[in-house]
């Protein structure tokens, strides 16, 4: 695409993530803005459009990829449709922005990425916090060797139940395996693990045990794993989404032999570093919109002013992982 180019978003999907975390940031980015919104809820599409000031919608998405004014397409559905609408756009010529994971299976990111060779036509996935200062500041200090050479690696996550979790009737689609791919654990796992892979390479071995302790749905509600990188670097997770309150966990632990440091991927606590010197603590703000240096990245990769790299294939290992630990391959 040509740099002077105006890239002019479709939205396939207008849900809760569009409202702060990714969407007013297509707009404020130079040279990109949004042209026209699709939900297959009418009333849903209309009003996104008029509290955004886009100026059409659509409740049909291949409609949406029709429409000449679109050159590009932020996909914020859940998982079970990642694929398929990825494909859609691709095939029609208009790269695709995708919300993680980038598919509800394994095997589904792998058809995406043969499209996606085929047509020439990239696919990006919002693994956003790679671009986030907040972790950059995790990668440096362990790239410097702030804590020496990196021993293990440790996740703990653990929160209560949310309250619609108890009703049988009506149960969030994340926990519905056909439509998330699991249940909370492919929801929120995705973005501790793609971090892990981003700061220390890929996962080559993995093996995970699941279970579901309190019942309220079908998908698993306690995982546990342990996985191995390329360079032999050991690591190990524990997820539960059935915990009491005072159980409450969000921890990544990266070990050295000189020291450790510690953050949270969802809270954002305060960065903990321990070395000979003792502790210190570095609280890196984010920028409101929490997508928006990744999108920054994908705008200018599209008017040739960049390359980023958080495309498909590099999400991909993220779901063979997941899917590895799920017994899903």
């Not at 995705?190 to 079908?218: K, M, T, W």
Request: proline share 6%; aromatic share 10%.
């Amino acid at each position: 695409m040509s740099e002077a180019r105006i890239i002019k978003w479709g939205f396939i999907g207008c849900g809760e993530v569009t409202e702060k975390k990714s969407g007013p940031a297509f707009s404020l980015i130079p040279g990109s803005t949004v042209t026209a919104v699709m939900s297959r809820n009418a009333e849903r599409a209309r009003s996104y459009a008029e509290r955004h000031a886009i100026r059409r919608w659509y409740t049909d998405a291949q409609a949406l990829l029709d429409d000449p004014e679109v050159n590009a397409v932020y996909i914020a559905t859940p998982p079970s449709s990642h694929a398929t609408y990825a494909i859609m756009a691709m095939k029609s010529g208009k790269p695709a922005y995708v919300e993680k994971p980038l598919a509800a299976t394994y095997e589904e990111c792998l058809r995406v990425n043969r499209v996606s060779k085929e047509t020439g036509v990239p696919c990006f996935v919002a693994y956003y916090r790679r671009y986030l200062p907040y972790f950059q500041t995790v990668k440096k200090l362990v790239e410097e060797g702030q804590i020496g050479k990196v021993v293990g690696v440790q996740i703990r996550f653990a929160v209560p139940p949310r309250d619609l979790d108890y009703n049988r009737h009506q149960l969030p689609w994340r926990v519905q395996r056909d439509i998330a791919g699991g249940g909370y654990f492919y929801d929120l796992a995705p973005h501790q693990l793609d971090l892990l892979q981003e700061i220390f390479g890929p996962i080559v071995r993995v093996a995970g045990f699941c279970s579901n302790r309190a019942g309220l749905y079908e998908t698993e509600d306690t995982v546990s794993a342990s996985f191995q990188f390329t360079d032999g670097l050991p690591g190990s997770g524990t997820w539960c989404f059935c915990a009491h309150e005072s159980a409450r966990t969000d921890r990544v632990q990266i070990i050295g032999d000189q020291g450790q440091v510690c953050f949270s991927v969802f809270t954002y606590e305060p960065i903990e570093l321990f070395t000979r010197q003792g502790r210190e603590q570095l609280t890196i703000p984010n920028p409101p919109h929490v997508q928006m240096p990744l999108i920054q990245e994908v705008v200018a990769h599209l008017q040739g002013k960049a390359i980023c790299r958080m495309d498909s294939v590099s999400a991909t290992p993220v779901n063979w992982v997941m899917d590895k630990i799920l017994g899903k391959l």
